[in-house]
C-alpha cells in the first residue's frame, strides 16, 4: 500500500466511524453470535496472494461487525464502561500513525514528558498530595501486580528477586471480601498464594472491610510466624461498589509497616468530583500505591491505568532492571519501562491530553454527576416494579436488584434482556445470592437512555414470566 492508498482508506474509515457511532443507537447492545459463526466465515488458510483493502473492509463489515458488543452504545450498562470519546480516539489514531514505541524516554522523550505531565494532571484532578508521582500502565490488574511484586520485595528485604521465595516462610496480604480477581490473581503470579491472601468480611452500608477484624488477623499472623507484606484496599468494588474505610485501614497499615495500595479502577475517575471525596477517598494520601484506570468511566480509550506511588523507589526498587542495551547516557531522565512489567510501552497519554483539553474537568465532572443522579432516579423507578426488590443501593452510579423467584429466574431475566437488545445488563453475586447489576456510565448516555432500563426491564418481566 502506498501512503496515497493509506490517505484515500483513512478518509473512508473515518467517515466510516462517524457513520457507526450516528446509528449506533439502533444495533442491540450485545452481540447475537453464537459460538463459533465469526471463526467459521474466515478461510481455512492464509491467502498466498494479495488481497484488495476494499475487499478486506467489506468482510470487516460483514463478517466482524456483527460479531461485536457496542461498549460505546449508550445503552451499555453491563460491567463498567470502557468509555473512549471522540477526542480520545482520535489520539489513538495519531498514535497508531506514529507508531513509535516508547520504553525509553529517548525512544521518544515526548512520549514520557507528556505522561509525566498527565500523572500530574490527574493526581491534581483526584485530589492527591503533591508527592504522588506515578506511571501510565495497560490495565489496573498489570498495577496490582506491580504493587503485590512490591509488597513481597519490602516485606523480604528486596531479596525475593535475587534468591526465590524459598524458605522465606509464609508473606501475607490483606482485603476485603468484596475485591476484584485481578487481587487473587497478583497474588498467584507473585508468589504469595491464594492462602495468604487473607479476605477480611465487609460490612456496614459500604461493605467496607471490618477493620477490627483486620487488626485481629494481622496479630494473629504475626503470633504464627507469618510475614504481613501488604494491605490492599478498595473504593468502588467490582461486585456492588465495596469502598473501605481508607483512613482506619492506613492507620493500621502504618502501625505494621505495611504496604499498602488501594484499587479504585472504576470509582476513581469520580473523585475528580471533590463532593464525593468526603465519603470515599478520605484517607487516600497514606497509601503507597493507588490505581485508576482512566479508560473506565473517564472517558479514554482502551487501554489506560494510572498508577499513582507515593514514593516509586520500592516498586523501582523491585522492578527496574537495566542490561546494557537498555542503558542509556546523558541527565537523569525517567524510563517508564523501569515502573511496570513489560518493557514495550505504548503512547499512552495523548488521549489523556486531548481529552481533558477538549472537555475540561467541568465537562468531564458534568458527565460523572449525571451519571450519578440518573443511577438515583432509576433505582427509584425499578423499586416500584412489583415484586422486584433493590439488593444494593447505589455507590456512586451502581446498584443491584433481584426480580421475583430464584438465582434462575434473575439469569432468565437477565438473558431475556440481552437477547431483546435494547440495553445491556450482566448479573453479578451478592450475599450468596445472584443480583442484577446496573451501572451508568457510559459517556453519550441521556436521562432517556437510563430510564428505558426500567422500561425494558418491566417489558421483558412481564414478557417471559
Ligand atoms: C475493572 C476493575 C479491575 C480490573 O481492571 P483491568 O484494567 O481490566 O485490569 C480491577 N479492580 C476493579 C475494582 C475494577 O473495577
Known sequence: MDWDEFSEWSKWIAEWGSQYHKTLRDRPVRAKTKPGEIYAQLPDSPPQMPEDMGKILGDFENIVMPGITHWQHPCFFAYFPANAAPPSMLAEQLVNMVAAQCMLWQTSPAATEVEGKMVDWMRQALGLADEFTGVIQDSASSATLSAVLTMREKATGYTGNRDGLAGKGSLRIYCSDQVHSSIDRACWVAGIGQNNLKKIPGIGPRFGMDTKELELVIRADIAEGHTPAGIIAITGGTGVGASDDLKAIAEIAKIHDLYTHLDAAW???????????????????????????????????????????????????????????????????????????????????????????????????????????????????????????????????????????????????????????????????????????????????????????????????????
Open 267 to 465: 470509582a476513581g475517575s469520580a473523585m475528580i468530583c471533590p463532593e464525593y471525596r468526603d465519603s470515599l477517598w478520605n484517607g487516600v494520601n497514606a497509601y503507597d500505591s493507588i490505581v485508576f484506570n482512566p479508560h473506565k468511566w473517564l472517558g479514554a480509550q482502551f487501554d489506560c491505568s494510572i498508577q499513582f506511588l507515593k514514593d516509586a523507589t520500592p516498586q523501582l526498587n523491585t522492578l527496574k532492571i537495566e542490561p546494557e542495551y537498555l542503558k542509556t547516557t546523558g541527565d537523569a531522565v525517567t524510563n517508564y519501562s523501569e515502573w511496570t512489567i513489560p518493557l514495550g510501552r505504548r503512547f499512552r497519554a495523548l488521549k489523556l491530553w486531548f481529552l481533558i483539553r477538549s472537555y475540561g474537568l467541568v465537562g468531564l465532572q458534568m458527565r460523572i454527576r449525571n451519571h450519578v443522579l440518573w443511577a438515583e432516579e432509576l433505582c427509584s423507578k425499578i423499586r416500584l416494579l412489583e415484586g422486584f426488590q433493590i439488593t444494593t443501593d447505589p455507590i456512586l452510579s451502581l446498584f443491584s436488584f433481584r426480580c421475583p423467584g430464584d438465582d434462575m429466574a434473575q439469569q432468565r431475566l437477565v438473558d431475556a434482556i440481552n437477547d431483546d437488545g435494547r440495553i445491556y445488563l450482566t448479573q453479578g453475586a451478592f450475599a450468596d445470592q445472584k443480583i442484577i447489576r446496573v451501572q451508568v456510565g457510559q459517556f453519550d448516555t441521556t436521562r432517556e437512555d437510563v430510564m428505558s432500563v426500567a422500561t425494558v426491564v418491566s417489558e421483558v418481566w412481564e414478557a417471559i414470566k
